[in-house]
C-alpha cells in the first residue's frame, strides 16, 4: 500500500518505513541508543529528502523511546537523577555545539570537521567497546564459579574523581559521583552531538558506561530517558523553524518504534551487559565502515541534495 | 526546487490552446481544419491531455496523462511536459586530500525545469534543426545548453556537471525522454496521435504544460498546448498547509502523538504480561 507524504513530497510504499521503525525501536529497547545514526541514512536511501529524513526522524525516536523508557522503568532501569544531571549538561553542550558549527562554517571547513569527527567518534567508541566487552566476556568465563574481581587500574582517577566536591548518591544506578561530572559529561556528549547533527546516544551510552560506571542495563534505561528530552526538543525545533517533519512518515515509523522498542526491552533482559555492550560495538562499527567506504569509493554521480549528515 | 519564475517557454502566435473542457469529449473528430499562413500545414495541430487536473491524496502514486490531437500529415511531432523554470542547489562532492570523497562546494542551477519529460516521433537531435531545439529547448542536448549553473570554471566542467545534473533528476524521475512511443492513426482522412505519459509521484504540485510541436524539415511549422495542474487534495492538503502556516501546533501534535503512541504501546504490552 503507497502511501503520499505531505511534507516530503513522495510516495511511499507504507510497510518500508514500519518495518524499518521496527527494527530501529528493537535497537532502542536494547541498547538506549535512538537509532539515528542507521535511520536518517536508510530514509534518504528510500527517497526521502536530507531534511525531512532527519527531523522526521527524531519525532519517531520521542515515540520509540517514549516506549522504551516507560518499559524500562517498569524494570527500575531508569535512574532519573543521573538523568537529570546529564540533561542539563547536553541542553549546555548542544547550545554551545550550534555556536561551534556557525563558527566552522565562517571558517569554511565545516563538512570535513563534521564527517571527519563523526567518523572518528564512531570508529573509536565502537572499536573500544568492542574490545572492552570481548575481554571482559573472557575473563567472565576464565572467573566463572569464582567471585568476580574489582575492575582494575584507573586508581588515580578514581581518587581525583572523589576528590571533586559535590559528591552525592545515585542509588538506582548504585554509583557516587560529584554533581559536576554529569553535567560536564553530559555538555560534552551535547557539543558533539550538535556537530554531527545526531542524537546522540551511542556516545552517551559509553559515557554512561565507561566514565560514570552504571551497570549496563540502567543505562540503557537512562539513556533512553535523556534521548526522549532531546527528541522532544529537536522535533519542535524542526517543525517550527524548518517547517521538515512529516507526520504521515512519522507516524508510520513509530507505529513499527514503540512495537520494536517493547520487545528490544523483553531482549534485553535476557542479555547480559557485556553481551549488549559487544552488539551494539558491532553495529556501530558496521556503520563506521559503510561510511568509511563511502568517503573513499568514487560516488556514483558527483551531486547529492543537502542537509544530511 | 522552488519554482520562482513564471512560464518562459516561448509561445507561438498561431499556437492553440486545448481547452480545459474538452476533457469529457470523446476523441474530438471535428477539428480546426484550416491551416497556418504559411499554407506548409494543411491541418491545423491541436493537442488535448486526458485529464487537466491531478489530486494528491493520501493514497497518490503517480498518474498517466495521455495527450491526443490531430496532426498534419507529414510532420514529425515533439512533445514535451515542463514545469516552470526555478532555481535548485546541490552540493558537488570532490576529493579533499587526494583521498576523501566530501563535500566541496555548492552548485546553483538555474532555469531549471521543475519536471522535463520529452517524446518525440524521430530521434530529437535529428528531426529537429539545433537552433530551433534551442529555441523550444527541445531534447537534452538544447536542455544542456539551456541550464544555467554556478560556479562552473570552464565549458568543459560545465558539460559535467550539467550531465550529472540531468541524469541525477533522471534519477529522481523528473527528466525522461523517448524517441518513439507515439501512435498515428489515419482516419476519414484524418492523421491524428496519441500517446500515454507515466505521470512521476516525485513532480511537486504546481502547474503544468503539455507542448506539442511540428516539426518539418528541421524546422517548428505549429505548436499547441495544454495545462496539467497538480493539487494537494484532503489530508495532504491539511497536512501540508498546517506544516507551512502552524508550524508550532503541528510541531506539538506531532509530539504528542508520539509520546501517546510510546505510552500505548507500554500499557499494551504490560496487559499482555510482556514485562514483569
Known amino acids: 500500500m503507497y502511501l503520499y507524504l505531505p511534507v516530503a513530497l513522495t510516495s511511499i510504499n507504507a510497510l518500508m518505513p514500519v518495518g524499518l521503525g521496527f527494527a530501529v525501536g528493537l535497537l532502542s529497547g536494547l541498547f538506549g541508543v535512538g537509532g ?88 573509536g567508541v565502537g572499536g573500544y567497546m568492542f574490545f572492552e566487552s570481548l575481554s571482559q566476556i573472557r575473563k567472565n ?25 559535590m559528591q552525592t548518591e545515585f542509588s538506582r544506578s548504585g554509583v557516587t559521583h ?8 553530559g555538555a560534552f556528549v551535547g557539543i558533539l552531538a550538535a556537530i554531527m547533527g545526531v542524537g546522540g546516544g551511542f556516545l552517551m551510552v559509553p559515557v554512561m558506561v565507561y566514565m560514570l560506571r552504571m551497570p549496563m542495563h540502567a543505562v540503557v534505561g537512562t539513556s533512553l530517558f535523556l534521548v526522549l528530552f532531546t527528541c522532544i526538543e529537536v522535533t519542535f525545533l524542526q517543525a517550527y523553524t524548518n517547517h521538515t517533519v512529516d507526520f504521515i512518515l512519522a507516524v508510520l515509523l513509530l507505529g513499527g518504534s514503540v512495537v520494536g522498542a517493547q520487545i528490544g526491552t523483553i ?30 569509493l568514487t560516488p556514483h554521480l558527483l551531486l547529492a541534495q543537502g542537509g544530511g549528515h | 526546487m522552488r519554482y520562482a519564475t513564471p512560464h518562459t517557454i516561448i509561445v507561438r502566435g498561431l499556437m492553440t490552446f486545448a481547452l480545459a473542457g474538452l476533457v469529457l469529449l470523446p476523441w474530438r473528430a471535428g477539428a480546426e481544419a484550416d491551416g497556418p499562413a504559411t499554407g506548409a500545414v494543411t491541418v491545423k495541430l491541436t493537442t488535448r491531455a486526458n485529464h487537466d487536473h491531478i489530486d494528491i491524496n493520501t493514497f497518490y502514486h503517480g498518474s498517466t496523462v495521455s ?37 566541496v ?53 560545465r558539460a559535467e556537471i550539467v550531465g550529472q545534473f540531468i541524469q541525477y533528476n533522471e534519477e529522481n524521475k523528473l527528466f525522461a525522454r523517448q524517441t518513439g512511443g507515439i501512435e498515428f492513426k489515419n482516419e476519414n482522412g484524418k492523421r491524428t496521435y496519441y500517446t500515454l505519459f507515466d505521470w512521476p509521484y516525485q ?74
Request: aromatic share 6%.
Open chain 1, 36 to 123: 539515528g545514526f542507521l535511520m536518517t541514512p536508510l530514509l534518504i536511501m528510500l527517497g526521502i529528502p536530507a531534511t525531512v529524513a532527519a527531523a522526521t526522524d527524531s519525532n519517531q525516536i520521542v515515540a520509540a523511546s517514549t516506549s522504551g523508557t516507560y518499559a524500562h522503568w517498569k524494570l527500575g532501569n531508569v535512574d532519573f537523577k543521573m538523568g537529570l544531571y546529564l540533561l542539563a549538561g547536553s541542553l549546555l553542550g548542544g547550545a554551545l555545539g550550534v555556536q561551534l558549527i556557525k563558527l566552522l562554517k565562517a571558517m569554511g571547513n565545516a563538512d570535513f570537521v563534521i564527517q571527519i569527527t563523526y567518523v572518528v567518534m564512531l570508529g
Open chain 1, 141 to 165: 568465563k576464565q572467573a566463572s564459579g569464582k567471585t568476580v574481581e574489582a575492575p582494575a587500574g584507573d586508581s588515580a582517577m578514581k581518587k581525583f574523581l572523589a576528590s571533586l566536591p
Open chain 1, 178 to 185: 560529584s554533581t559536576l561530572i554529569p553535567v560536564i559529561l
Open chain 1, 267 to 296: 531482549f534485553g533482559r535476557k542479555l547480559k551487559g557485556e553481551q549488549l555492550k559487544i552488539l551494539l560495538a558491532v553495529i556501530v562499527l558496521a556503520v563506521t565502515v559503510k561510511m568509511v567506504f563511502d568517503l573513499t
Open chain 2, 67 to 103: 495527450v491526443q490531437g490531430d496532426c498534419a500529415p507529414d510532420t514529425d511531432l515533439v512533445i514535451k511536459i515542463s514545469a516552470a523554470e526555478g532555481e535548485t542547489s546541490l552540493k558537488q562532492k570532490g576529493k579533499v586530500g587526494g583521498l576523501l570523497w566530501m563535500n
Open chain 2, 105 to 157: 562546494g555548492d552548485l546553483h542551477f538555474s532555469r531549471v525545469p521543475g519536471l522535463y519529460l520529452l517524446k518525440s516521433s524521430g530521434n530529437i537531435e535529428e528531426v529537429v534543426a539545433p537552433e530551433e531545439a534551442s529555441r523550444y529547448v527541445l531534447g537534452y542536448d538544447a536542455l544542456k545548453r539551456h541550464l544555467g549553473v554556478e560556479p562552473a570554471a570552464d565549458a568543459a566542467e
Open chain 2, 203 to 276: 513532480a511537486k504540485p504546481g502547474d503544468y504544460v503539455v507542448d506539442v510541436y511540428a516539426v518539418k524539415d528541421g524546422r517548428v511549422v505549429d505548436t499547441a498546448r495544454a495545462p496539467v495542474k497538480v493539487e494537494q487534495a484532503g489530508t495532504v492538503k491539511y497536512l501540508a498547509a498546517m506544516a507551512k502556516n502552524n508550524g508550532a501546533l503541528y510541531g506539538i501534535l506531532s509530539i504528542v502523538v508520539a509520546l501517546a503512541s510510546g505510552f500505548g504501546a507500554g500499557a499494551i504490552f504490560r496487559k499482555q504480561g510482556g514485562a514483569h
